[in-house]
């Protein structure tokens, strides 16, 4: 069974990508709530553990079965997490909207939630079914947001904003078939729609030219979700590439590998890194180098031809030369 979504040139032309904050941090708090973290996560396993304790205290103090409610396995309140406006869209913005959702939206939404699920704790029901839950749920996830995400926000924006760059170019020079077979597994493009398999049902669906919004998200491993339904425009989240390097940051490892005994460990990292193009700031957020030290290196791995720069938009972004491919692919 298959979602088929037919797709017009209007809907080709206004689709984007974007980045969300609240929907990482939703995500999180999902999968740090329950289940087996091997089964469910086995990729995102490093972190979770590592947050654990973060997230146990923040039980204790704040009132996350209130989010927790609103989360019913298999679907998830819309006013949580609003579809972002673009790649700049900061937790504030975000948090603001979640605080002017309509009541009656909200209700709506909530009404849903609890009919998915056996009957909540009567205290959480009461803060859910009141008219002033939108701001209740803002308060409670700008806590969890400061607690979890905010100290590590900086790398994992650094992974969502690399795999922008790298979607964004799949579809300008290699087009929709190409760009939607690279995102998932179970999505493809079939003669002017796009098909996403292992659906509940098979359905169809229209974008009706409001045209699709990407969201890269490193806690959505590694499924996907797509969102159709008014108010919000049509979205669809999906796996960042790249999501296991920033727990595990293969090319970290010990000095003793041959690249890092050629290069110094430094500049070996940062090529092996560069397996998609990436900023300065970028680099050092994912490898925990300061800013200058990645910029006197890639000067270095750039005068031996090892990588080349190009300015993309606003940012400068480095990438690996054939020669610099080579030499990290080699069996050193």
């Given at each position: 069974?298959?979602?088929?979504?037919?797709?017009?040139?209007?809907?080709?032309?206004?689709?984007?990508?974007?980045?969300?904050?609240?929907?990482?941090?939703?995500?999180?708090?999902?999968?740090?709530?329950?289940?087996?973290?091997?089964?469910?996560?086995p990729v995102l396993r490093p972190w979770l553990l590592r947050a654990r304790d973060r997230y146990r205290a923040l039980a204790r103090e704040t009132d996350l079965g209130v989010i927790g409610a609103?989360?019913?396995?298999?679907?998830?309140?819309?006013?949580?997490?609003?579809?972002?406006?673009?790649?700049?869209?900061?937790?504030?913005?975000?948090?603001?909207?979640?605080?002017?959702?309509?009541?009656?939206?909200?209700?709506?939404?909530?009404?849903?939630?609890?009919?998915?699920?056996?009957?909540?704790?009567?205290?959480?029901?009461?803060?859910?079914?009141?008219?002033?839950?939108?701001?209740?749920?803002?308060?409670?996830?700008?806590?969890?947001?400061?607690?979890?995400?905010?100290?590590?926000?900086?790398?994992?924006?650094?992974?969502?904003?690399?795999?922008?760059?790298?979607?964004?170019?799949?579809?300008?020079?290699?087009?929709?078939?190409?760009?939607?077979?690279?995102?998932?597994?179970?999505?493809?493009?079939?003669?002017?729609?796009?098909?996403?398999?292992?659906?509940?049902?098979?359905?169809?669906?229209?974008?009706?030219?409001?045209?699709?919004?990407?969201?890269?998200?490193?806690?959505?491993?590694?499924?996907?979700?797509?969102?159709?339904?008014?108010?919000?425009?049509?979205?669809?989240?999906?796996?960042?590439?790249?999501?296991?390097?920033?727990?595990?940051?293969?090319?970290?490892?010990?000095?003793?590998?041959?690249?890092?005994?050629?290069?110094?460990?430094?500049?070996?990292?940062?090529?092996?890194?560069?397996?998609?193009?990436?900023?300065?700031?970028q680099l050092a957020a994912t490898l925990g180098q300061s800013l200058g030290g990645i910029g006197d290196h890639l000067a270095v791995l750039r005068e031996a031809g090892l990588v080349a720069r190009?300015?993309?938009?606003?940012s400068v972004l480095y990438r690996r030369t054939p020669i610099g491919d080579a030499l990290a692919a080699a069996d050193l």
């Open positions: 069974m298959a979602l088929r979504i037919d797709v017009r040139n209007e809907d080709l032309t206004m689709s984007r990508f974007a980045l969300s904050p609240l929907w990482e941090l939703t995500q999180a708090l999902r999968l740090l709530a329950g289940g087996p973290l091997e089964r469910d996560a609103l989360n019913p396995p298999g679907w998830g309140a819309d006013f949580l997490a609003p579809i972002p406006a673009s790649v700049h869209t900061t937790i504030g913005d975000l948090l603001a909207q979640v605080r002017s959702t309509p009541a009656g939206q909200a209700q709506r939404e909530v009404a849903t939630a609890l009919g998915r699920q056996p009957r909540v704790d009567p205290r959480v029901q009461r803060i859910l079914t009141s008219d002033r839950v939108a701001g209740y749920v803002a308060d409670v996830l700008a806590i969890a947001w400061q607690a979890l995400l905010e100290p590590e926000w900086r790398t994992l924006r650094a992974i969502l904003e690399r795999d922008v760059v790298h979607r964004a170019g799949q579809l300008v020079s290699r087009g929709w078939a190409a760009a939607l077979t690279d995102l998932h597994a179970d999505l493809s493009w079939r003669q002017g729609r796009i098909e996403l398999s292992r659906w509940p049902a098979d359905d169809n669906a229209d974008l009706g030219g409001r045209g699709l919004l990407f969201i890269p998200s490193v806690f959505i491993w590694p499924g996907v979700a797509l969102r159709l339904d008014p108010p919000w425009p049509p979205a669809l989240s999906y796996p960042a590439r790249g999501v296991s390097a920033l727990w595990e940051q293969p090319g970290r490892a010990g000095s003793g590998h041959a690249l890092h005994r050629l290069l110094g460990v430094s500049r070996a990292t940062i090529l092996l890194a560069l397996e998609d193009p990436a900023s300065t700031t190009a300015r993309s938009g606003r």
